[in-house]
């Protein structure tokens, strides 16, 4: 049985018991049930947020500036959740995003949480509940709106929930800003947490984790040369033949100018022999070639090729490639940068299919192999600049002549969108994938070789990491933190070093919270009832209807509350189930 199944087993049984217990009469009246949930109730703690509660003027600017990011956020969630039903409608195929299971926060369920960080994501969401129904208390206690109790509530023993229960006619006492105040406290206080917590990471956190030297290794491919050489993931490969390396650009180099046979030094201490063969690591459906990911390259136009370096070279200055593989089979195909002509662009403007795929196989004369070599040539040209393209349409080698437009880098851009590799083969002589070890920690605010500019852009784009492959393709990884072999790719360094592993939990910790903070405050600040963003949407058009010089502002702001929420459940249930139903 699959993990999911075996969770909902556990639950069922659990819930069982619990109503077992409930009918005896045998729990205690703290314990209150809900379903398979149960919610402990406890008065204490009253007296701290009356305490905390005491400089009223600076919780109500506190509150006050909550309200106007929840109006913000409420509108935006509003515009996605539509966007995202809407493309869900038109989209063919179900993305894991969007997989039923990939919706719930559970560890081992969720493909993007894996269970070596559940007590890190346990821990993240406890913070996440606790701070967010405590400032909701705290801001009751502010505004003179009375707590019948306070508590948590879980499932079995994981935490799924806190809740604060205001006095019900002394929340209708308070004024409809006090209310506001009151519900827009919880999501505000979970975006003080992920700003304190991202804070902390992309500071003195990730500044104390540094990229160990070498190639990360995240995996070999099966039956390739790295997997018989016994290289696995976790394995960093420090030099060839006795040439150190320090990344895996330096391993690429390295590699271009070696043998077929190389001796690799793997975590500085390992030699291994590896006999490199040229093997397809992935292709485009549909593509020219006719080659499949796994194919071994024996020939390229009669010439033997063991290394991507002699691959490149065979193919050579012919448009077309003949290219024999190790079981015998033949592919004859156009070799160039495969792409897709884009709608109203540079080119299709010079005459070249819009919509359809070309082979782009020189420009200006100069020989484009691959869509690298492409990219190359296109970043020496500027915008305006008037170039010969050179191209195989329908198996006709065709010349076009294209005046071209501005890229967001500042060269000349065709209007294509191109594939990877050599008509869209994607060639490999070791067989290992490179971890993005340097990007990831870049991305934390680390001295890694990517980043934001601002702590906004640096927590949004961290929002991505563990859905980091859907985001970008080209990276088959997603982080979750430094758990498992990755922690291999790193050390620990200044002054933080005398923790040693420990600024690995630290980050972890503080990653996870902030990180289900930020989740929790956007999902709360969704315009539908029950959550707060529902709320707020009742009072703040509560605020607008009052003013209007119109009878019936309650049966108007019922209307209004109701439409949103319910467009609001439409739209989530599309996202999840309604994949493809227009196409």
Same mark, same amino acid.
Not at 147 to 163: Q, T
Not at 165 to 175: C, F, G, T, V
């Given at each position: 049985?699959s993990?999911?199944?075996?969770?909902?087993?556990?639950?069922?049984?659990?819930?069982?018991?619990?109503?077992?217990?409930?009918?005896?009469?045998?729990?205690?009246?703290?314990?209150?049930?809900?379903?398979?949930?149960?919610?402990?109730?406890?008065?204490?703690?009253?007296?701290?947020?009356?305490?905390?509660?005491?400089?009223?003027?600076?919780?109500?600017?506190?509150?006050?500036?909550?309200?106007?990011?929840?109006?913000?956020?409420?509108?935006?969630?509003?515009?996605?959740?539509?966007?995202?039903? /809407?493309?869900?409608?038109?989209?063919?195929?179900?993305?894991?995003?969007?997989?039923?299971?990939?919706?719930?926060?559970?560890?081992?369920?969720?493909?993007?949480?894996?269970?070596?960080?559940?007590?890190?994501?346990?821990?993240?969401?406890?913070?996440?509940?606790?701070?967010?129904?405590?400032?909701? +208390?705290?801001?009751?206690?502010?505004?003179?709106i009375d707590?019948?109790?306070?508590? /948590?509530?879980?499932?079995?023993?994981?935490?799924?929930?806190?809740?604060v229960?205001?006095?019900?006619?002394?929340?209708?006492?308070?004024?409809r800003?006090?209310?506001?105040?009151?519900?827009a406290?919880?999501?505000?206080?979970?975006f003080?947490?992920? /700003?304190?917590?991202?804070?902390?990471?992309?500071?003195?956190?990730?500044?104390?984790?540094?990229?160990?030297?070498?190639?990360?290794?995240?995996?070999?491919?099966?039956?390739s040369?790295?997997?018989?050489? +016994?290289?696995?993931a976790?394995?960093?490969?420090?030099?060839?033949?006795?040439?150190?390396?320090?990344?895996?650009?330096?391993?690429?180099?390295? &590699?271009?100018?070696?043998?077929?046979?190389?001796?690799l030094?793997?975590?500085?201490?390992?030699?291994?022999?590896?006999?490199?063969?040229?093997?397809?690591?992935?292709?485009?459906?549909?593509?020219?070639?006719?080659?499949?990911?796994?194919?071994?390259?024996?020939?390229?136009?009669?010439?033997?090729?063991?290394?991507?370096?002699?691959?490149r070279?065979?193919?050579?200055?012919?448009p077309?490639?003949?290219?024999?593989?190790?079981?015998?089979?033949?592919?004859?195909?156009?070799?160039?940068?495969?792409?897709?002509?884009?709608?109203?662009?540079?080119?299709?403007?010079?005459?070249?299919?819009a919509?359809?795929?070309?082979?782009?196989?020189?420009?200006?004369?100069?020989?484009?192999?691959?869509?690298?070599?492409?990219?190359?040539?296109?970043?020496?040209?500027?915008?305006?600049?008037?170039?010969?393209?050179?191209?195989?349409?329908?198996?006709?080698?065709?010349?076009?002549?294209?005046?071209?437009?501005?890229?967001p880098?500042?060269?000349?851009q065709?209007?294509?969108n /191109?594939?990877?590799?050599?008509?869209?083969?994607?060639?490999?002589?070791?067989?290992?994938?490179?971890?993005?070890?340097?990007?990831f920690?870049?991305? &934390?605010?680390?001295?890694?070789?990517?980043?934001?500019?601002?702590?906004?852009?640096?927590?949004?784009?961290?929002?991505?990491?563990?859905?980091?492959?859907?985001?970008?393709?080209?990276?088959?990884?997603?982080?979750?933190?430094?758990?498992?072999?990755?922690?291999?790719?790193?050390?620990?360094?200044?002054?933080l070093?005398? &923790?040693?592993?420990?600024?690995?939990?630290?980050?972890?910790?503080?990653?996870?919270?902030?990180?289900?903070?930020?989740?929790?405050?956007?999902?709360?600040? !969704?315009?539908a009832?029950?959550l707060?963003?529902?709320?707020?949407?009742?009072?703040?058009?509560?605020?607008?209807?009052?003013?209007?010089?119109?009878?019936?502002?309650?049966?108007?702001?019922?209307?209004?509350?109701i439409?949103?929420?319910v467009?609001m459940?439409?739209?989530?249930?599309v996202? !999840?189930?309604?994949?493809?139903?227009?196409?």
């Open positions: 049985m993990t999911l199944t075996w969770v909902l087993v556990g639950v069922a049984i659990y819930w069982a018991a619990l109503l077992s217990l409930r009918n005896r009469g045998l729990l205690p009246s703290y314990i209150g049930t809900q379903g398979p949930i149960i919610t402990l109730h406890t008065k204490r703690g009253r007296v701290l947020l009356d305490r905390l509660s005491r400089p009223r003027r600076f919780w109500r600017a506190f509150s006050n500036v909550g309200v106007g990011i929840a109006l913000v956020v409420m509108a935006l969630s509003f515009a996605f959740v539509l966007f995202a039903a /809407v493309s869900a409608l038109y989209t063919p195929e179900r993305t894991a995003v969007t997989e039923p299971r990939n919706v719930v926060v559970i560890p081992g369920v969720n493909d993007f949480l894996p269970l070596s960080v559940a007590p890190e994501i346990v821990f993240g969401l406890l913070v996440a509940l606790v701070v967010h129904e405590g400032a909701h +208390g705290l801001l009751c206690r502010v505004e003179g707590i019948e109790s306070m508590g /948590v509530a879980l499932l079995a023993i994981v935490p799924i929930g806190a809740f229960e205001p006095d019900h006619e002394s929340q209708q006492r308070a004024d800003g006090g209310r506001t105040r009151m519900f406290a919880g999501v505000t206080a979970n003080v947490v992920t /700003v304190l917590a991202f804070g902390l990471l992309f500071g003195p956190v990730a500044g104390s984790i540094a990229v160990a030297p070498g190639a990360p290794v995240g995996g070999a491919f099966p039956g040369p790295a997997a018989g050489a +016994g290289i696995e976790g394995d960093r490969i420090t030099a060839v033949d006795g040439q150190s390396v320090a990344d895996a650009g330096e391993l690429d180099e390295a &590699l271009s100018g070696a043998d077929g046979e190389v001796v030094t793997v975590d500085g201490e390992r030699e291994v022999t590896v006999e490199r063969e040229v093997s397809v690591a992935e292709t485009v459906d549909g593509g020219p070639s006719g080659l499949e990911a796994g194919d071994t390259v024996a020939s390229v136009n009669g010439q033997s090729v063991t290394t991507e370096a002699e691959f070279e065979a193919v050579g200055a012919d077309t490639a003949t290219v024999r593989t190790a079981a015998g089979a033949e592919h004859t195909f156009a070799a160039g940068a495969l792409s897709t002509v884009a709608e109203d662009g540079p080119a299709s403007a010079a005459g070249m299919p919509g359809e795929r070309v082979v782009i196989t020189a420009v200006d004369g100069e020989r484009t192999v691959d869509s690298g070599e492409l990219t190359s040539v296109l970043r020496t040209t500027e915008p305006g600049q008037t170039v010969e393209i050179e191209a195989v349409v329908d198996g006709q080698v065709e010349t076009y002549t294209v005046e071209l437009g501005e890229h880098g500042g060269y000349g065709v209007g294509i /191109v594939q990877p590799g050599v008509s869209g083969v994607v060639v490999d002589d070791l067989g290992i994938q490179p971890y993005p070890a340097s990007t920690l870049g991305l &934390l605010g680390g001295d890694g070789d990517a980043g934001a500019n601002t702590l906004v852009g640096a927590i949004l784009v961290a929002l991505t990491l563990p859905i980091f492959s859907i985001v970008d393709p080209s990276v088959p990884f997603n982080f979750a933190g430094f758990t498992g072999f990755v922690t291999e790719f790193y050390v620990v360094e200044g002054a070093a005398p &923790l040693g592993g420990g600024v690995f939990v630290l980050a972890n910790l503080l990653f996870w919270t902030g990180w289900i903070n930020l989740n929790l405050g956007f999902f709360n600040c !969704i315009p009832f029950p707060d963003g529902g709320h707020i949407l009742r009072t703040s058009t509560e605020a607008i209807v009052s003013r209007l010089p119109i009878s019936g502002s309650y049966e108007l702001t019922k209307t209004v509350t439409s949103v929420g467009t459940l439409v739209g989530l249930l996202m !999840i189930f309604g994949q493809g139903l227009l196409v």
